[in-house]
């Protein structure tokens, strides 16, 4: 086990540098000039502009400018916001947790519904429920996340005024951060009715979020399924007399789960990559908003530090789940 | 720190549940998170928004809803005989702002005022550089270093600004954002703390509104400022909701989130208008798009080329196409809001016929050439290259064949250095300080030929001589004469295709009163009332 999980660390250190190193080229590739577009169209005079160039480094050679960034990196300095001026881990770890609340319910939902709309869809193998669940996991599995987003805020806000349109929580109420988790400020706080208000502004992105890692889960699950409940072993729990429940919900599920978690591992970066999007849409102030903004104000170092972070929480992500399925399924060690 | 915070938080929670009457919030949805809290440092409008506008004061303040001048700080002033020196009064006993992490012991005076711009202008001063890379730029690109020879401490209530040469827009500069004053004690006290980035996170000043929180990318929090020289606002609570997707801002609004949303979209304004809880206000902004013929080259050092091409193009196709009729037609290079502003003057009219024959006598045949679209989006042209079809497609009836370029926005800029860079550029520019010079001298003046901002490469000794003597008048009346006759000269020689100014909309609740829009562009709160 631990060889297993020593070669597993060892896969990610050239797997992080060659982040580090597309990260840090596809940025210094892209034609433009940040010094340009921080003076916007203020005219400058070339001294003022090579002043600038230098002051934010960008005048030394680019293999120069990498090892650079790569020795601060190592020692947890990801540089300074361009526009903000302040630590970009700092930050990233400021926004982070909205980010992770998100997720967390995102996937909380992806999950419930996911595995036993999956189940039940394979155990109805060829129903009506079995098409209009596999259907739907279809439409919502190649629905534009923004237009979705949009969609549903234009329905539940708008039109039926059910739920707040963007934000974390109600403006009314206003304590101090402890956690980050909105959730859990809001029951810290003891105010009444903030945690109900967080919560109500929670559903709404949280279902966008989840939106595709919730067909991914079931689609997953049923394939996982309907390929265990044709196995001899299944098939002789039946023939015990064992309850349906029992085959389907202990001996089919456990085994049908493996794949399922490996896909659930997977989504992380598909969660990441939805709430670029999702936390645009619901002016949600997490790491994704904080990125596309970035990207506009083209914050070289935001978008540097802040893609490698993302790109370490997903490796980070990816490692626990194989050694998780490490654990479940011992074969897999060799 | 947490508990006591806990406990204010609870007594506003209880404050706001026990009758919304006692405490008036309004709530705007801004379109997205200043940059920092010193507005010295920024350059963008979102930012100055939520610092200058709201927490700070200047000397001289732009009058609500005009590019024009009045006190601010300062009560009087006076301007010697040769231009160069200013010396302001300024007013007794404003009070700076009283936060949980500060409590001045004095008010308001000249130290203050010295060293809001001496940090900028001297490099030596420990405020100059405060946060590691950054630099006092707007200061800088309004010429301040080089403009102001000193300011001076003359007595507590008197300070004296030296300038280098006369320069009438100096007092529309001090109006500006990067102007703004700030607390010399509250200064004092964070460098003796050693914690100078304060000034940046948990700004104070004499404003309006009064700095309470800010949660980045979510939410900033104001309140009015019980102690403000112009008296305490009607709104007690004043909170930005971060918000930057327009179509979000929008349902927002209409759900009475918040009661203010800036920049909707075009598409969106319709709808916004139809619905009866809703007001929407509509100004032209104080910006020009333009397509500038690079007059250094044949056949552009033609008038006659210029003049014909102007008339070959229907603007009122490219507002119908681009801004859904949400702008203007431009008829001069400087927006009709601002003063100065030349009525009679007659815009090129749309001719393709005439057009042709011109272009015909200017001997021009089969002319080729490029046509500049920017890559982005701007308040004053959301779609550079529709706009450049349709241009292209008007060129081709009076038979001139155009090809439309692009480059990425920063490369774009870059290029425009060059001053022999070909055929007609795209361009706008969105007014700094509401003064004429600020456009005229700027974009057109002999100056800024071979930079960005003059892609016409335009320096016309007629137009140069009255631009550059209405920069040292400092009579405003005679000014504007000045600036109405460059006006023609303009138009006489076509520089540019003038295209639109944009209108700028804002729509918000029917109870919000006293919204006053800002030729500028900014937001101000201040004056603004919510109806019970």
């Known amino acids: 086990m631990l060889q297993f999980f020593l070669r597993r660390i060892a896969v990610l250190i050239p797997t992080f540098l060659g982040v580090s190193l597309i990260a840090f080229s596809f940025i210094r590739l892209l034609p433009g000039d940040p010094v340009l577009i921080l003076a916007g169209q203020h005219a400058m005079t070339p001294e003022q502009h090579a002043a600038a160039m230098h002051a934010l480094g960008f005048d030394r050679s680019l293999p120069v400018q990498y090892l650079d960034y790569l020795g601060n990196m190592l020692q947890g300095d990801f540089g300074q916001s361009v526009v903000t001026k302040r630590s970009v881990l700092q930050e990233f770890f400021a926004r982070f947790p909205a980010t992770l609340e998100l997720s967390i319910c995102a996937m909380i939902i992806a999950v419930c519904l996911g595995i036993p709309a999956g189940v039940f869809a394979a155990v109805k193998r060829g129903s009506f429920f079995d098409h209009t669940v596999m259907g739907t996991a279809l439409i ?126 997977l989504q992380v970066g598909v969660l990441m990559a939805g709430a670029i999007l999702t936390e645009t849409i619901f002016s949600w102030p997490g790491v994704g908003k904080w990125m596309v903004d970035s990207v506009f104000k083209r914050d070289y170092t935001v978008i540097q530090g802040g893609l490698l972070l993302i790109a370490a929480i997903i490796m980070f992500v990816n490692l626990i789940v194989d050694l998780l399925y490490g654990l479940i399924n011992p074969r897999i060690r060799h | 720190m947490i508990r006591k915070l806990t406990f204010a938080a609870a007594l506003l929670a209880a404050t706001v549940l026990s009758g919304a009457a006692s405490a008036k919030t309004l709530v705007y949805c801004s379109e997205g998170s200043p940059e920092g809290f010193d507005p010295g440092l920024y350059t963008s409008g979102t930012t100055f928004d939520a610092t200058s506008r709201t927490i700070y004061n200047r000397l001289v303040e732009f009058k609500h809803g005009s590019t024009e001048i009045e006190p601010g700080l300062a009560e009087s002033w006076t301007i010697s005989d040769d231009g160069k020196e200013y010396t302001f009064k300024l007013r007794k006993g404003v009070k700076f702002q009283s936060t949980d992490f500060f409590t001045p012991t004095r008010d308001f005076n000249a130290d203050d005022v010295v060293f809001s711009f001496e940090r900028q202008l001297d490099d030596k001063n420990p405020w100059h550089a405060y946060v590691a890379g950054a630099t006092y730029q707007y200061s800088d690109s309004m010429g301040f270093p080089d403009l102001i020879k000193s300011v001076e401490k003359v007595d507590d209530l008197t300070v004296k600004f030296t300038l280098n040469s006369p320069n009438a827009p100096f007092m529309a500069d001090l109006a500006m954002d990067f102007s703004s004053i700030l607390s010399k004690e509250y200064a004092d006290k964070l460098e003796a703390d050693k914690t100078m980035q304060q000034m940046n996170q948990q700004p104070l000043g004499t404003g ?231 456009f005229l001298a700027t974009l057109l003046g002999c100056d800024s030929v071979g930079t960005s901002n003059n892609p016409a490469g335009f320096c016309n000794k007629e137009f140069e001589d009255l631009i550059q003597k209405a920069k040292i008048e400092s009579d405003q009346k005679k000014r ?38 800002d030729p500028l562009g900014y937001h101000r709160f201040d004056g603004v009332d919510l109806a019970e």
């Open chain 2, 480 to 517: 504007a004469e000045l600036y109405e006759q460059a006006q023609v000269v303009f138009k006489e020689q076509a520089p540019w295709l003038t295209i639109d100014h944009s209108t700028v909309v804002m729509p918000m609740s029917k109870k919000v009163e006293g919204f006053v829009q």
């Open chain 1, 140 to 265: 919502g599995y190649s629905m534009p996340i923004f237009w979705w987003g949009l969609l549903l805020i234009i329905l539940f806000s708008g039109i039926l005024q059910w739920t707040p349109v963007s934000g974390r929580i109600d403006l009314l109420y206003y304590f101090p951060s402890v956690t980050g988790f909105m959730l859990i400020d809001s029951l810290l706080s003891g105010q009444k009715g903030a945690f109900g208000s967080a919560v109500s502004h929670l559903i709404l992105p949280a279902i966008v979020l989840g939106t595709i890692p919730l067909a991914v889960i079931a689609r997953q699950t049923r394939s996982a399924m309907l390929e265990v409940l044709s196995e001899d072993y299944v098939r002789t729990a039946r023939a015990k007399g064992l309850p349906p429940f029992r085959v389907i919900g202990v001996h089919a599920l456990r085994n049908a789960l493996i794949p399922v978690i490996t896909t659930i591992g």
């Open chain 2, 208 to 438: 309006p509104f009064q700095f309470v929180a800010y949660q980045p990318d979510a939410v900033i929090r104001y309140k009015a400022n019980p102690d403000y020289w112009g008296g305490k606002q009607k709104i007690d609570d004043l909170v930005f909701a971060i918000t930057p997707d327009a179509s979000v801002r929008v349902q927002k609004l209409k759900a009475n989130e918040c009661q203010i949303m800036p920049y909707p979209n075009a598409a969106d304004v319709k709808d916004l208008k139809a619905d009866p809880n809703l007001q929407v206000l509509e100004q032209a902004g104080l910006n020009v798009a333009y397509l500038a013929y690079n007059t250094t080259q044949k056949p552009f050092d033609n008038v006659k080329v210029r003049k014909a091409l102007n008339m070959a193009v229907n603007k009122e196709a490219i507002i119908q196409a681009v801004f859904e009729g949400m702008a203007e037609p431009a008829i001069n290079p400087i927006p009709p809001t601002m003063w100065g502003y030349n009525k009679d003057v007659k815009d090129d009219p749309y001719d393709p016929e005439a057009a042709k024959k011109m272009l015909e006598e200017a001997g021009v045949k089969d002319l080729s050439m490029k046509i500049w679209a920017m890559p982005v989006s701007r308040p004053y042209m959301l779609n550079a290259r529709r706009a450049a079809e349709l241009i292209q497609a008007d060129y081709a009836k009076v038979g001139v064949k155009a090809e439309i370029v692009t480059y990425e926005w920063g490369e774009y800029l870059k290029r425009l250095n060059n001053k022999d860079h070909d055929g007609a550029v795209m361009l706008g520019w969105t007014g700094d300080n509401g003064d004429p010079d600020n």
